[in-house]
């Protein structure tokens, strides 16, 4: 089984700043990509940011420029460094590992952003 945990949500206002980390453990046989997918209210989950093994990172349009996706390979560590929050960044941010042969889920982490 491979564990993924999300630490770092919370309540901000807009123009602030959060940064979110999650750390995978347990029998990880490959590590093809980590990712920040979030779910806001009456919407479908939407990719956020991902980065691969290799480095090479990807954004949703919404928060290019705004939020940066880093990883400690070493650790199976993933973060996310988002500036300049919205209300609309509202959601429930999961991370996301790609083994290359599964998916797998963390459970989220609530971000509030209020105006």
């Known amino acids: 089984q491979v564990q993924l945990v999300e630490s770092g949500g919370g309540l901000v206002q807009a123009g602030e700043s959060l940064r979110l980390s999650c750390t995978a453990s347990?029998?990880?046989?490959?590590?093809?990509?980590m990712g920040w997918y979030r779910q806001s209210p009456g919407k479908q989950r939407e990719l956020v940011a991902g980065?691969?093994?290799?480095?090479?990172?990807d954004y949703g349009d919404s928060v290019k420029g705004r939020f940066t996706i880093s990883r400690d390979n070493g650790q199976n560590t993933v973060h996310l460094q988002m500036n300049s929050l919205k209300p609309e960044d509202t959601g429930v941010y999961y991370c996301?590992?790609?083994?290359?042969?599964?998916?797998?889920w963390g459970r989220g982490t609530q971000v509030t952003v209020s105006s």
């Open positions: 996301k590992l790609d083994s290359g042969f599964d998916w797998y």
């Open positions: 347990g029998r990880i046989r490959s590590i093809n990509a």
């Open positions: 980065i691969t093994s290799g480095g090479s990172t």
